[in-house]
């Protein structure tokens, strides 16, 4: 119940609230006494922060780009295949910097029979080449049988069922209702791990991630169709314009050192057919998974035909490996859940990247190419998303899947966020006995918030070389990739989204990243805890009726910069960072909780209306002054840590104090609460549920004794 504490302790007014609480027998009474004496200090400013918000322009760009705009370009019979034409091809073509195997003027006008020859040399950056194909040589060799056996399934399920399992303990309510799928015949363990000559069955298709005409999740089938099948989504101009190696025919060099090739390789299938292939074969110490051997590009007869290559030729011009297509797959299907259930957007993306390292991990594909492949499906995904009638189809999905899951949070007493992040127990794991298990199922593997952050960051850019001479550049946020947060940031307008890709870009100086004019500086995962830095000041106005992340979100990134934050609205947002932004934090509707003891960085905190709730371990530091004007200070004690200290005045000006105790605490027990360098003010009332206790009011403090 609430009470109203004193100013003062006036003896007419300590009679009052006694005879008040008396005559409510049913609550607790709550009553304060002043030790202070009379001092004016006058009432802290507003925090002023820079007086304006952050707007990150348009970059100037010319034809082909931008690539929202221009993205078509990919799909059409003759564009596609030209290096100024095709804006994917256009964004990717930092790989030359790397490796260039194709002439420019070929570049210009390639075609799906691929290159007729190569560039003698090659190799451009040879400490970044080797770099990248050495850490293929690495991770083949040390691979677990798990690893092995996932980049196995990813390389032979269809993409869009593969990465399901992002979505965690919803994976299996998911796939059964939605109709997703897998029908490849059931391995076993050693065929995978041991058998270089068997040959798996392959899904591939739209089929596997279910029915569009399912009733509860149709429509989130139709956002994986609308990604990958009817946007300009296929990699394979790009494929053909640069016609990079696969890893499995370099040297520890990046070198192509052919062998010949070998005409009689057996592959014999689950139901014990056998064929006889012709393979290319190099000298290389890239060990591809044993179980995929037989995925290796073959010869082919039309070809021949053709006078492609011939029976003792390579058959590369035809075998491109940057961009990964599987990659690029991955991402798509991956985004397309993930806009549809943000609850699991930042695990969604984190399970794309790791079909990302199974191709690597797999042999079939290097880090440049899984680079490639992200970056593309980034400018699919933002394509589409700025598409109008592809984005009511996204909306579509969204609205399905919150439906659905929500109402199933609902009856498990959850919010969804809650629900979509249960805690997994026995996972049944990708081995079952003598086979390997081939159907996704619940899993908390991707739950690990720091650990997903810090594997996508890796993932994009492998630890290839930086150039320290390019570091530092600003960030360059290309036009519309800010739909791609629009679900997971749902209460920013989408100039405040383009900040946050702003602020939480990763840095430049590295290979090919600076090139596609941001693409492939974005860092998803991290957007998705919110601003990395307050350039400019942020308001953010929260409508809680609308459920979701616009009813309570946390942003769990360090914030740093000069802005100020300002929480308005309804909705309850956390900040969990070690932030140190000095433009002050204004809270004028809704909750603002502290979920760290540097919460509100550096900077004043003025409550003009809204709530404040602390709840952290140890003691939130305000660098500066807490006023108090009016609202909620609800703060969560163990008694033995003061919940709020201000280096500067706290000045109570009203408002309310909740209390909430870890532990009930004894009669007579003294507890601080607040501090500051001067305590003025006293609050209009207190609550502290249960316990009955008298606020007391000092120089430098608030304290409460419990009656």
């Not at 073959?298 to 011939?310: E, N, P, R, V």
């Not at 090919?512 to 974005?522: E, M, V």
Request: proline residues 4%; contains cysteine.
């Amino acid at each position: 119940m609430l009470y109203h504490s004193l100013r003062g302790a006036l003896p007419a007014r300590l009679a009052l609230a006694i005879a008040v609480a008396m005559s409510l027998s049913a609550c607790k009474s709550s009553s304060s006494s002043n030790d202070r004496s009379p001092i004016a200090i006058e009432k802290p400013a507003k925090p002023a922060g820079l007086d304006n918000e952050q707007t990150v322009a348009l970059p100037e760009v010319s034809y082909p780009l931008p690539a929202i705009r221009f993205a078509d370009n990919n799909a059409d019979g003759t564009a596609r295949w030209v290096l100024a034409d095709n804006p994917m091809a256009h964004l990717l073509d930092g790989i030359n910097s790397i490796w260039q195997g194709t002439s420019d003027h070929y570049q210009q006008g390639a075609s799906g029979d691929g290159p007729d020859h190569y560039l003698a040399d090659p190799i451009v950056d040879a400490a970044a080449w080797e770099a990248n194909i050495q850490y293929v040589i690495d991770v083949t060799k040390d691979r677990s049988d798990d690893e092995a056996i996932l980049a196995f399934l990813d390389d032979v399920r269809s993409k869009n069922y593969s990465v399901i399992d992002g979505l965690g303990p919803l994976t299996e309510a998911y796939v059964a209702a939605s109709g997703a799928y897998t029908d490849i015949p059931v391995p076993s363990v050693s065929q995978v791990l041991q058998d270089e000559h068997f040959q798996s069955g392959v899904n591939d298709g739209i089929a596997w991630a279910g029915d569009q005409n399912a009733p509860e999740l149709g429509a989130v089938v139709r956002l994986v169709d609308a990604f990958r099948q009817r946007s300009p989504a296929s990699t394979n101009a790009s494929k053909y314009i640069f016609s990079t190696p696969r890893p499995w025919r370099m040297n520890d060099l990046g070198e192509i050192e052919y062998l010949g090739t070998d005409k009689n390789y057996q592959c014999t299938d689950s139901s014990g057919a056998t064929t006889s292939r012709v393979i290319d074969t190099y000298i290389t110490s890239v060990s591809v998974v044993p179980g995929l051997m037989c995925a290796r590009r073959q010869h082919s007869a039309g070809d021949y035909d053709k006078g492609l290559y011939t029976i003792d030729t390579e058959n590369r011009r035809k075998d491109g490996g940057y961009p990964s297509g599987h990659t690029n797959a991955g991402y798509l299907a991956a985004m397309a859940y993930a806009y549809a259930l943000p609850q699991r957007y930042s695990e969604m993306l984190t399970r794309a990247s790791l079909l990302g390292e199974s191709r690597i991990i797999a042999g079939m594909h290097s880090p440049v190419d899984v680079i490639g492949g992200r970056i593309h499906s980034m400018i699919v995904t933002a394509h589409a998303l700025n598409q109008p009638h592809l984005l009511d189809d996204a909306t579509a999905a969204y609205q399905a899947a919150q439906q659905y899951f929500g109402d199933m949070a609902a009856a498990a007493d959850m919010d969804l966020y809650e629900y979509a992040h249960r805690p997994v127990d026995n996972e049944p794991g990708l081995i079952d006995g003598a086979l390997v298990r081939t159907e996704v199922f619940n899993t908390s593997k991707y739950d690990d918030n720091e650990l997903n952050k810090e594997l996508y960051r890796f993932r994009m850019t492998y630890g290839l070389p930086h150039d320290e001479t390019k570091a530092g550049q600003a960030p360059v946020i290309p036009e519309g990739a800010e739909a791609l947060l629009a679900t997971r940031l749902p209460y920013l307008t989408a100039e405040q989204r383009r900040a946050v890709l702003y602020t939480t870009a990763i840095d430049s100086g590295y290979p090919i990243l600076d090139d596609t004019n941001g693409w492939g500086r974005l860092d998803l995962v991290t957007a998705a805890d919110g601003y990395g830095a307050f350039i400019g000041d942020v308001t953010v106005n929260m409508d809680a009726s609308q459920d979701g992340f616009n009813q309570r979100d946390q942003w769990r990134n360090d914030i740093s910069g000069e802005g100020r934050l300002t929480k308005a609205g309804s909705g309850h947002l956390v900040l969990t960072g070690e932030n140190t932004y000095t433009g002050g934090t204004l809270v004028q509707g809704g909750t603002l909780e502290a979920g760290s003891t540097s919460a509100f960085g550096e900077g004043d905190l003025y409550m003009e209306d809204g709530t404040v709730r602390v709840d952290v371990e140890g003691t939130l530091t305000i660098e500066g002054n807490l006023t108090i004007d009016a609202g909620t200070l609800s703060l969560n004690t163990d008694g033995n840590d003061i919940p709020v200290k201000a280096s500067g005045i706290v000045y109570i000006d009203g408002g309310s104090l909740q209390l909430d105790f870890a532990n009930t605490p004894a009669t007579g027990t003294q507890i601080t609460l607040l501090s500051g360098q001067a305590v003025t003010g006293a609050f209009d009332s207190v609550d502290a549920g249960d316990v009955d206790v008298e606020l007391v009011y000092d120089s430098n403090s608030v304290a409460a004794v419990v009656l």
